[in-house]
């Protein structure tokens, strides 16, 4: 990054310059003046970014695992409180959560993609009147469920690229 006061070249990563100690920083203010675009550009982030490349696809498999424990979590709090058999659901949460993230495994993913689907059914069996003994937050199972189709789009095109660059 050239310091604007002085004109030496600094790394990338500056907040000041090396040279001269001026901020490197410019005010949004300044940065989009003699640009062309009116507005800066918006890139969605999280679970509703697009996986373009490898990195991506690392980031969406984690962030969908890190969310498989949360969901883990919950499930385990809520059988401790009211139903001890629920935990069965918890450590399987837990279980495809490390795989998906830190294993980036396509069988993980998709055995979380069918429990979530699942979940999504008898959720909304329940709502419509059906007592099938499981949850009641269809809001969750659609966040499961979007979740897990996230995970197994992230780890097919990890193995994807993989293949491409054996």
């Known amino acids: 990054m050239t310091c604007k006061v002085c004109g030496h070249i600094n790394e ?13 920083l410019e005010s949004a203010s300044e940065s989009l003046k003699g640009t062309s675009k009116s507005k800066t550009a918006y890139k969605k982030t999280g679970l509703f970014s697009s996986i373009v490349n490898r990195e991506d696809a690392e980031k969406m498999a984690k962030d969908c695992g890190q969310g498989f424990f949360v969901l883990a979590i919950i499930q385990g709090a809520v059988a401790l409180l009211f139903a001890p058999f629920m935990l069965i659901d918890a450590v399987l949460l837990a279980v495809g959560g490390y795989f998906v993230a830190y294993k980036q495994s396509r069988v993980a993913a998709i055995c979380m993609l069918l429990l979530s689907l699942v979940g999504l059914v008898v959720t909304t069996l329940n709502k419509i009147g059906h007592d099938l003994g499981g949850g009641n937050n269809i809001i969750l199972s659609l966040i499961f469920t979007y979740a897990a189709i996230r995970a197994v789009e992230a780890t097919f095109k990890l193995n994807r690229e993989s293949k491409i660059v054996s």
């Open 12 to 24: 990338y990563t500056a907040l000041r310059c090396n040279n001269c100690s001026s901020s490197l």
